[in-house]
């Protein structure tokens, strides 16, 4: 008894070990996963707003520039000089003042002469003179290093005093006579309050903060407002106990682009940083540790409990089991053994099915239902099915030979399924992956029978692909019949082997019926065969009566076949899956189209249109303004990657309402890529060599509450749905 009891304690203890070291495992590929997760949205968020940023400048230095000829004009008559002052800022929303500032002594009559022109907080412009002593205007940054330069300069950010009385940045030139003499300088003001807008808009995790520096090291924006317009030098000193700012400083202020990690107040955090090649800026995105691997400690921390749970059940188990075994003679104890542990095994079993039925009941464009009875204890055959992206993926199996070994090769296909198709939308491929894990080293030579689909909800095209499982039948009103496939070889039979695709349209009502050769070889006591004459007459029956439910259809096979057997033992499993699409849509209550070229340029206009759709349909302005976000993310990477370079190319986009949503279908004929799919990213790529797709999907996926891709006769569609009620 003492033995048994130390077997017993050596066991647990080995489990225990096994089990740490799988969490050890799982937690240390969990963590570089989500580390990358993190590293593409900071790097995608900082993209974003380096675009954002450089079309302001580039605005800003279009307005000046445009303006150079008529302000050279008005050095004659100095009188107009205010003009163009005021034109600038009325013609250019993000320019918030303007000046012609005069080289001191150029006009005789007047040594100093600068008009100035801002826009104030209820948009009316007013107008005054920087020519004042306080002011002293000549010895400005913003006037000095242009003349010095003789060429655009962006000054550092300052506090306007005496003129906008804001803080600001400016961009001047300097503006030369009819002879070629430096006369005058010309400006643009930017205020820098929508620098902080834009990073509070970060939306990577819910605590990170945006850090924006100049090129001498001034902090432009930050979490902390009281640290704004000091030295990143000065405040280094303020943080000297904190870890990692120094390398931090030295990167940025170096123009370099990366990632590094520092401690802050004694909390770790991660930096992702880039510069302003433009304007010699550098922008971070600090994100705190916490938030990025919060939830994975929380889960962390849940196994390690469910594993102590899972422990301490094992060890109550083995010491009852050892403790009530010597009541029992060997026989029986064998025997029972045997039994508890196939019926354990079939409880394994059957609880990797799904068997709650509705799966989907607040959906009303779907019912599925599906069954499962072993020929014995445990046996071969699999189902499954989940919806992601607003797809319907599902599949069903017939692994070869029955018992505890075909149990355990339905396991792990099943197992295989689900984590295959979390990444792969296209079955053909789903297939592949599965086959060449199967058949690395299938010493047992076991092989499974398989039918994998794809059924876009949204649409009812469904893709499919088929490793020599019996074809599945559609019933509905235009017919019952069987699903054209091609046979393929099963999954685990032969490595590299490439399965086909295949697609249909499932019209509204109709029900695809899954099986598995249980159902039509069947045996009776004469060892006569239920056979495909008899499915396909049950078929065309319910057919004939409109009877089109899943659970009906499955339940009528069911009785049918035991009509059939009668006494006999049942030969095979028996596994049936029916899925009815039962979408019709409804009357649309709004229809609006744009067409755009794949030219960033054109993005303001894709922001006025997803507003008034959003408006049109009674969102907020804050949903508005994150749905709209979304849709900048998705059209601005089709207008990045989906066409070669250099190549025009048209993007559309259908804003459709009716009662319960609001959907925008992005529609081009680019290269085909489905985002949905999760790539693998080489995150050592830059993110303008990166294939679209994997930096924004995340950050669309929170924002809208469906998303779905589809490839359509040489066309990308991807459709973003936000529900209305």
Same mark, same amino acid.
């Given at each position: 008894?003492?033995?048994?009891?130390?077997?017993? !304690?050596?066991?647990?203890?080995?489990?225990?070990?096994?089990?740490?070291?799988?969490?050890?495992?799982?937690?240390?590929?969990?963590?570089?996963?989500?580390?990358?997760?993190?590293?593409?949205?900071?790097?995608?968020?900082?993209?974003?707003?380096?675009?954002?940023?450089?079309?302001?400048?580039?605005?800003?230095?279009?307005?000046?520039?445009? *303006?150079?000829?008529?302000?050279?004009?008005?050095?004659?008559?100095?009188?107009?000089?205010?003009?163009?002052?005021?034109?600038?800022?009325?013609?250019?929303?993000?320019?918030?003042? *303007?000046?012609?500032?005069?080289?001191?002594?150029?006009?005789?009559?007047?040594?100093?002469?600068?008009?100035?022109?801002?826009?104030?907080?209820?948009?009316?412009?007013?107008?005054?003179?920087? #020519?004042?002593?306080?002011?002293?205007?000549?010895?400005?940054?913003?006037?000095?290093?242009?003349?010095?330069?003789?060429?655009?300069?962006?000054?550092?950010?300052?506090?306007?005093?005496?003129?906008?009385?804001?803080?600001?940045?400016?961009? *001047?030139?300097?503006?030369?006579?009819?002879?070629? &003499?430096? +006369?005058?300088?010309?400006?643009?003001?930017?205020?820098?309050?929508?620098?902080?807008?834009?990073?509070?808009?970060? =939306?990577?995790?819910?605590?990170?903060? @945006?850090?924006?520096?100049?090129?001498?090291?001034?902090?432009?924006?930050?979490?902390?407002?009281?640290?704004?317009?000091?030295?990143?030098?000065?405040?280094?000193?303020?943080?000297?106990?904190?870890?990692?700012?120094?390398? !931090?400083?030295?990167?940025?202020?170096?123009?370099?682009?990366?990632?590094?990690?520092?401690?802050?107040?004694?909390?770790?955090?991660?930096?992702?940083?880039?510069?302003?090649?433009?304007?010699?800026?550098?922008?971070?995105?600090?994100?705190?540790?916490?938030?990025?691997?919060?939830?994975?400690?929380?889960?962390?921390?849940?196994?390690?409990?469910?594993?102590?749970?899972?422990?301490?059940?094992?060890?109550?188990? !083995?010491?009852?089991?050892? &403790?009530?075994?010597?009541?029992?003679?060997?026989?029986?104890?064998?025997?029972?053994?045997?039994?508890?542990?196939?019926?354990?095994? &079939?409880?394994?079993?059957?609880?990797?099915?799904? =068997?709650?039925?509705?799966?989907?009941?607040?959906?009303?464009?779907?019912?599925?239902?599906?069954?499962?009875?072993?020929?014995?204890?445990? @046996?071969?055959?699999?189902?499954?099915?989940?919806?992601?992206?607003?797809?319907?993926?599902?599949?069903?199996?017939?692994?070869?030979?029955?018992?505890?070994?075909?149990?355990?090769?339905?396991?792990?296909?099943?197992?295989?399924?689900?984590?295959?198709?979390?990444?792969?939308?296209?079955?053909?491929?789903?297939?592949?992956?599965?086959?060449?894990?199967?058949?690395?080293?299938?010493?047992?030579?076991?092989?499974?029978?398989?039918?994998?689909?794809?059924?876009?909800?949204?649409?009812?095209?469904?893709?499919?692909?088929? +490793?020599?499982?019996?074809?599945?039948?559609?019933?509905?009103?235009?017919? +019952?019949?069987?699903?054209?496939?091609?046979?393929?070889?099963?999954?685990?039979?032969?490595?590299?082997?490439?399965?086909?695709?295949?697609?249909?349209?499932?019209?509204?009502?109709?029900?695809?019926?899954?099986?598995?050769?249980?159902?039509?070889?069947?045996?009776?006591?004469?060892?006569?065969?239920?056979?495909?004459?008899?499915?396909?007459?049950?078929?065309?029956?319910?057919?004939?009566?409109?009877?089109?439910?899943?659970?009906?259809?499955?339940?009528?096979?069911?009785?049918?076949?035991?009509?059939?057997?009668?006494?006999?033992?049942?030969?095979?499993?028996?596994?049936?899956?029916?899925?009815?699409?039962?979408?019709?849509?409804?009357?649309?209550?709004?229809?609006?189209?744009?067409?755009?070229?794949?030219?960033?340029?054109?993005?303001?206009?894709?922001?006025?249109?997803?507003?008034?759709?959003?408006?049109?349909?009674?969102?907020?302005?804050?949903?508005?303004?994150?749905?709209?976000?979304?849709?900048?993310?998705?059209?601005?990477?089709?207008?990045?990657?989906?066409?070669?370079?250099?190549?025009?190319?048209?993007?559309?986009?259908? +804003?459709?309402?009716?009662? *319960?949503?609001?959907?925008?279908?992005?529609?081009?004929?680019?290269?085909?890529?489905?985002?949905?799919?999760?790539?693998?990213?080489?995150?050592?790529?830059?993110?303008?060599?990166?294939?679209?797709?994997?930096?924004?999907?995340?950050?669309?996926?929170?924002?809208?509450?469906?998303?779905?891709?589809?490839?359509?006769? @040489?066309?990308?569609?991807?459709?973003?749905? =936000?529900?209305? #009620?």
């Amino acid at each position: 008894m003492k033995i048994n009891h130390f077997k017993a !304690l050596m066991l647990v203890l080995v489990a225990a070990l096994t089990l740490e070291a799988t969490s050890l495992t799982q937690y240390f590929f969990s963590q570089n996963v989500i580390k990358e997760e993190a590293s593409l949205r900071a790097e995608e968020q900082l993209e974003v707003a380096r675009n954002r940023i450089l079309d302001v400048t580039n605005q800003t230095e279009a307005a000046v520039r445009n *303006s150079m000829w008529i302000a050279q004009w008005c050095l004659n008559v100095p009188d107009s000089l205010v003009r163009v002052c005021e034109r600038i800022v009325q013609d250019n929303p993000v320019v918030v003042g *303007s000046t012609i500032a005069l080289v001191p002594g150029y006009l005789k009559d007047k040594p100093l002469l600068a008009p100035y022109v801002y826009r104030k907080e209820d948009g009316s412009m007013q107008r005054l003179s920087l #020519a004042t002593e306080q002011y002293d205007y000549p010895s400005q940054e913003w006037f000095t290093r242009p003349i010095e330069l003789g060429e655009g300069y962006w000054s550092e950010p300052y506090v306007d005093e005496g003129g906008g009385e804001i803080l600001m940045i400016t961009y *001047s030139i300097p503006i030369r006579d009819e002879n070629g &003499r430096v +006369a005058a300088v010309l400006t643009s003001d930017i205020a820098l309050d929508w620098l902080t807008e834009l990073t509070s808009s970060f =939306k990577v995790y819910p605590q990170a903060a @945006g850090i924006i520096l100049s090129r001498s090291g001034r902090i432009m924006v930050s979490p902390s407002p009281d640290v704004i317009m000091r030295s990143i030098y000065d405040f280094n000193t303020v943080l000297k106990d904190n870890e990692g700012f120094d390398a !931090l400083n030295q990167a940025m202020m170096g123009g370099e682009s990366g990632n590094m990690e520092v401690k802050y107040q004694g909390v770790t955090c991660h930096v992702f940083y880039t510069p302003m090649e433009h304007t010699g800026w550098a922008m971070a995105i600090v994100i705190p540790d916490s938030d990025i691997y919060g939830a994975l400690r929380k889960v962390g921390l849940i196994v390690k409990l469910l594993q102590l749970l899972g422990l301490a059940m094992l060890a109550f188990m !083995l010491f009852s089991f050892i &403790r009530n075994q010597f009541k029992y003679n060997e026989l029986e104890l064998t025997r029972e053994r045997i039994e508890n542990e196939l019926h354990i095994a &079939r409880a394994i079993q059957m609880s990797m099915v799904p =068997k709650v039925f509705p799966p989907y009941p607040n959906r009303d464009d779907l019912d599925v239902y599906g069954q499962l009875t072993p020929a014995k204890e445990v @046996g071969g055959d699999l189902f499954d099915f989940y919806i992601r992206d607003e797809k319907l993926f599902f599949c069903i199996g017939d692994v070869s030979g029955k018992g505890i070994p075909a149990s355990l090769y339905m396991v792990v296909t099943k197992a295989l399924f689900r984590t295959v198709s979390a990444h792969e939308a296209a079955p053909n491929r789903i297939l592949t992956r599965l086959n060449d894990v199967l058949s690395n080293e299938n010493e047992s030579n076991m092989f499974v029978t398989m039918f994998v689909g794809v059924l876009d909800l949204p649409t009812g095209r469904m893709h499919y692909s088929n +490793a020599g499982h019996d074809a599945p039948l559609l019933i509905g009103n235009t017919g +019952a019949g069987m699903l054209p496939v091609d046979p393929n070889l099963p999954v685990g039979v032969m490595p590299d082997w490439k399965f086909s695709r295949q697609e249909t349209q499932i019209d509204p009502d109709t029900t695809i019926f899954l099986y598995t050769d249980g159902l039509n070889e069947a045996e009776n006591t004469n060892h006569g065969q239920f056979e495909m004459h008899r499915v396909m007459e049950l078929a065309r029956k319910l057919q004939t009566e409109h009877r089109f439910e899943a659970t009906f259809i499955v339940k009528q096979m069911t009785d049918a076949v035991h009509r059939f057997v009668g006494d006999a033992e049942q030969s095979d499993d028996l596994t049936m899956l029916a899925i009815q699409y039962t979408r019709h849509h409804e009357d649309l209550t709004y229809q609006r189209s744009l067409t755009l070229t794949n030219d960033l340029k054109r993005i303001p206009r894709l922001n006025t249109f997803v507003e008034e759709a959003c408006e049109s349909n009674g969102l907020d302005m804050a949903t508005t303004a994150q749905v709209n976000l979304a849709l900048e993310e998705a059209v601005v990477n089709v207008m990045n990657y989906a066409y070669p370079k250099n190549k025009t190319g048209n993007i559309t986009i259908e +804003a459709k309402a009716n009662k *319960s949503e609001l959907s925008f279908v992005i529609n081009d004929t680019g290269t085909p890529f489905d985002p949905t799919a999760k790539p693998e990213v080489d995150i050592t790529l830059s993110a303008e060599d990166r294939s679209i797709g994997g930096l924004g999907i995340h950050l669309i996926r929170q924002i809208m509450d469906h998303i779905n891709y589809e490839r359509v006769d @040489g066309h990308n569609i991807l459709t973003l749905i =936000k529900n209305l #009620a």
